[in-house]
């Protein structure tokens, strides 16, 4: 069954954020993953929550997602992503 990652972004550090942009892509399709949404401008219908920076994947499987997220390799990534944005990051199963 499909899973969703949601993740909510705020960029401390453009710079070294790039970085990160740019070697996370071939690690996420690695386990699986690809964009839905990237970046897009989001517009509430209802409601006060103002996610500014919105990033959705799709993956095969909640278990895909684990394995990437506590992958080795993503390990350095996810550190450089810690110091250079602030983020919240959701995992859900589609249906």
Known sequence: MSAYMIVQLE???PDGFAE???KVGPQIAKHGGKYLV???EVENLEGDWNPGRLVVFEFPSIDDIRRWYE???YQPLLALRERT???TLSIV???
């Open 93 to 95: 199963e589609g249906v």
């Open 71 to 73: 992958a080795d390799e």
């Open 38 to 40: 990237r970046g897009a």
């Open 85 to 87: 944005a602030n983020t």
């Open 11 to 13: 960029v401390t550090d």
């Open 20 to 22: 990160y942009r740019e």
